[in-house]
């Protein structure tokens, strides 16, 4: 069966400081990988996706970039943390289009 | 622009009292609309899937529908638990687009 991991599940990091939040894919091959971020009381907001390896979609321009070094790899990084980077960061993945999203447990990060 | 707007935006309920969540989208072309549950500090999980063609699909004691002609849909909550405190989520596909059209959700809060 499918499974996706994600961690760590909760961060608090000063600002300033690097980020890399990880996410696996079990189960599957050649997932479409997605980051979102949800702030309190909002609904998801897509940062990225991956319909490949080495490949990015940026939807959002800020201080964070994503990577899929592998083809279940997805991670979100950023050199420098900003206060408005605290949120609830999800991963998801689906295969091929119009398919059901699954996600991952989802990081609290708190940037202080 | 594809867009996704759900009423309320929260709501509290006693326990084994019914409820209706609305979804309305814009979303075009249309593929399906899910239903997602989120607790809280969770990743969102699937309740329904519904394509153009289906009106009513239901889980256990959740109903929804739609009316792909009026872009609308609603999830009914049939003698609410405790447990479904939680955040409701309707999520849009457009078809052959990899990325998903999101509400901000609606939040149901049951008491006891």
């Known amino acids: 069966s499918q499974t996706i991991h994600q961690w760590p599940a909760t961060l608090v990091q000063p600002v300033g400081s690097p980020l890399s939040l990880e996410c696996t894919v079990e189960?599957?091959?050649?997932?479409?990988l997605y980051w979102y971020r949800q702030a309190a009381g909002r609904g998801l907001q897509l940062l990225f996706y991956?319909?490949?390896?080495?490949?990015i979609s940026s939807e959002v321009p800020q201080n964070l970039s994503a990577s899929r070094p592998q083809d279940r790899q997805f991670i979100l990084s950023s050199k420098k943390l900003l206060l408005s980077d605290s949120g609830f960061y999800l991963c998801?993945?689906?295969?091929?289009?119009?398919?059901?999203?699954?996600f991952g447990q989802g990081t609290r990060l708190t940037v202080v | 622009k594809n867009q996704v707007e759900q009423s309320p935006q929260s709501l509290i309920i006693l326990e084994g009292k019914n409820c209706t969540l609305q979804?309305?989208?814009?979303?075009?072309?249309?593929?399906?609309l899910r239903w997602y549950k989120q607790d809280t500090g969770r990743g969102p999980v699937s309740l329904t899937i519904?394509?153009?063609?289906?009106n009513t699909k239901s889980n256990g004691r959740y109903t929804a529908t739609l009316d792909a002609d009026t872009k609308q849909s609603s999830l009914h909550i049939t003698a609410s638990q405790l447990s479904d405190s939680a955040s409701y989520i309707c999520?849009?596909?457009?078809?052959?687009?990899?990325?998903?059209?999101f509400g901000a959700g609606t939040t149901v809060t049951v008491r006891a």
């Open positions: 998801a993945w689906t295969v091929g289009t119009n398919t059901e999203a699954f």
């Open positions: 189960g599957t091959s050649n997932p479409n």
């Open positions: 991956s319909v490949g390896i080495g490949q």
């Open positions: 979804c309305n989208y814009t979303v075009s072309p249309f593929s399906n």
């Open positions: 519904m394509t153009f063609s289906e």
């Open positions: 999520v849009v596909s457009v078809w052959g687009d990899y990325k998903l059209s």
